[in-house]
């Protein structure tokens, strides 16, 4: 078999949550993406949304999110330097332009979304990014039936690795859990499950905060149950306020050296004016 032909078969076993089985393989490279283009009879044509939407943060490449790249023409011939384009473009290709299981209906000129799988910190994610001129286009019916579709797929996995669904818009991202859609923005969180095609998250202010609460209610147990998501939050809590307090305190403790210091500096003062009053200048 060629290996333009054992590329596409590998995204196609790899999975997408709109109907596919698992994650697989996301590693893609320049003719991985063109085999797999090819063979769905796509092409980017006069769409570069990618080249606006997205966050750039590479080497050879940065760019704000939401902002056009500076090398982009839409509309008029795409990017510019299309033949030199730097590999974080290259290697790049959103589901639409390869994925079978994705319809018509989300090419990105029509839908105004971009997406894609990607992976962080060895967690897996399908990302919807939406235009932020269009804010609420995701949860027009027929694309948020598909989102929670998504997002119901690619948490239940045989493997224990799930492929958590986002929304992203501007500087602001969404969870999506079949049941209930999550605000995350700057937060730290975990999904976890509680029982048959059911999930919930934790949400933590950090971390470093999230996984001493996970750890306290014994992280490797298999499922976690209603009750010891409540007893999470009850530790998450308490833990906060004993921050908080011992926050306090030191802060306290600070203020009451500055006042301790500050009076001995008046009495340092008032002595010496004291013994000038008495004893004149002594030069």
Not at 99 to 123: A, C, F, H, M
Not at 202 to 229: C, K, S, W
């Amino acid at each position: 078999m060629r290996k333009r032909e054992r590329a596409v078969i590998a995204h196609h076993e790899a999975g997408y949550a709109l109907g596919l089985p698992s994650i697989g393989n996301l590693r893609l490279d320049e003719e991985v993406v063109r085999a797999l283009s090819d063979a769905l009879g796509r092409a980017c044509g006069a769409c570069s949304l990618c080249c606006k939407l997205l966050q750039i943060d590479e080497p050879e490449l940065k760019k704000p999110a939401n902002e056009w790249c500076r090398h982009c023409r839409p509309g008029k011939g795409g990017c510019a330097i299309y033949d030199e384009r730097p590999p974080v473009c290259r290697d790049f290709a959103c589901e639409w332009l390869i994925n079978p299981k994705v319809g018509d209906e989300w090419q990105p000129l029509r839908s105004k979304i971009v997406i894609y799988i990607t992976e962080e910190g060895g967690e897996f994610f399908l990302v919807f990014v939406v235009d932020p001129g269009i804010p609420n286009r995701w949860r027009e019916a027929s694309y948020y039936q598909s989102i929670k579709a998504a997002a119901l797929s690619g948490l239940r996995s045989e493997t224990g690795t799930y492929l958590q669904t986002l929304v992203v818009i501007g500087e602001r991202r969404w969870l999506i859990l079949p049941h209930r859609d999550v605000e995350i923005t700057s937060r730290w969180y975990k999904v976890v499950p509680i029982g048959d095609d059911q999930w919930e998250v934790l949400i933590f202010n950090d971390e470093e905060h999230g996984r001493r609460v996970l750890a306290a209610v014994d992280q490797y147990v298999e499922t976690l149950t209603p009750e010891l998501i409540a007893e999470a939050e009850l530790i998450a809590e308490a833990e906060l306020i004993a921050e908080a307090e011992a926050e306090q305190d030191e802060q306290l403790i600070r203020e009451a050296d500055e006042a301790m210091e500050q009076q001995l500096i008046r009495e340092a003062d008032e002595a010496a004016a004291i013994y000038s009053a008495e004893d004149g200048d002594i030069f």
